[in-house]
């Protein structure tokens, strides 16, 4: 008899239950900051040069050099003290140019040049009452040498103390016609013993000494055509024209003078003036 061994049943009690595989759920990255921009500084803009103020180009006069010689004295006579300035504000220009332009008549000496000059002074209408008339008190000369003499040697600020000076054919052409800053800048002259006198006259040159000689007839001309084209630019007050007057007629009393001379014919300008 063959013996089978005995195997006892698969038991059915329930047993540990197999934990079940967990599956690893992947954890989100953590997201990087972004890093903030890095203010960079502004590059400041170059800068450039300011341009200098152009100003508006005076008309070229005819001119003289200074003389070369060191010899040569410059004698005036009749002179204020170095000035001060007290001209009033230049007001814009008048319709001077409007209604008569650089003309009105025909000018043997009184060039265009010097006409468009004078029209383009700011003059302030009623300030001119006087027109002064002197002689150098010297043989030759021109507005260069005169204001180089009143600048360095008479120590006036402003240079040149009249507005204008004519030629008597040595340094200028006879009868040629020079302005003055003092007229393109509406400067108180310098050219008589009273400040009240010399912000509201202004002063002509003839070049010469004339208690030794006449003017030139070319300078009697340009003269005349100066002093009549200047009392139509600076216009009327009160009715009257500026009033022309020679040097001695009108500087004070407690400073005589004799300018513009002897020999200049003071008939001659009383009644062409």
Not at 18 to 24: H, L, Y
Not at 107 to 127: E, F, K, M, P, Q
Not at 186 to 197: E, F
Request: hydrophobic residues 30%; aromatic residues 8%.
């Amino acid at each position: 008899m063959t013996t089978i061994p005995y195997t006892p049943p698969p038991s059915t009690a329930p047993g540990p239950k197999p934990k079940p595989r967990t599956t690893p759920v992947a954890t989100p990255a953590t997201p990087r900051p972004t890093p903030e921009p890095v203010a960079r500084p502004t590059p400041e803009p170059t800068p450039r040069a300011t341009p200098l103020p152009v100003s508006t180009p005076r008309p070229i006069l005819p001119s003289t050099p200074l003389p070369q010689q060191p010899n040569i004295v410059v004698r005036e006579r009749g002179f204020a003290p170095p000035d001060e300035d007290s001209s009033p504000t230049p007001q814009p220009q008048s319709v001077w140019s409007r209604l008569f332009g650089s003309g009105g008549g025909t000018y043997n000496y009184l060039t265009s040049n010097v006409r468009r000059a004078i029209d383009r002074a700011n003059v302030t209408r009623g300030r001119w009452r006087y027109i002064v008339v002197h002689n150098s008190g010297t043989r030759q000369g021109s507005a260069a040498a005169f204001d180089h003499y009143h600048r360095y040697v008479r120590r006036m600020q402003n240079g040149l103390a009249y507005h204008f000076v004519i030629g008597n054919g040595t340094s200028t052409k006879d009868g040629a016609v020079e302005i003055g800053n003092r007229w393109h800048q509406q400067k108180q002259g310098g050219h008589v013993h009273s400040d009240y006198l010399n912000n509201i006259a202004i002063g002509i040159c003839l070049v010469g000494d004339f208690n030794h000689s006449t003017p030139r007839k070319g300078q009697l001309a340009a003269l005349e055509e100066l002093i009549e084209y200047l009392r139509r630019r600076v216009g009327r007050i009160q009715g009257q024209s500026a009033v022309v007057r020679a040097h001695r007629e009108i500087n004070p009393p407690q400073w005589p003078t004799d300018c513009p001379g002897d020999d200049f014919p003071y008939g001659w300008l009383h009644r062409k003036f």
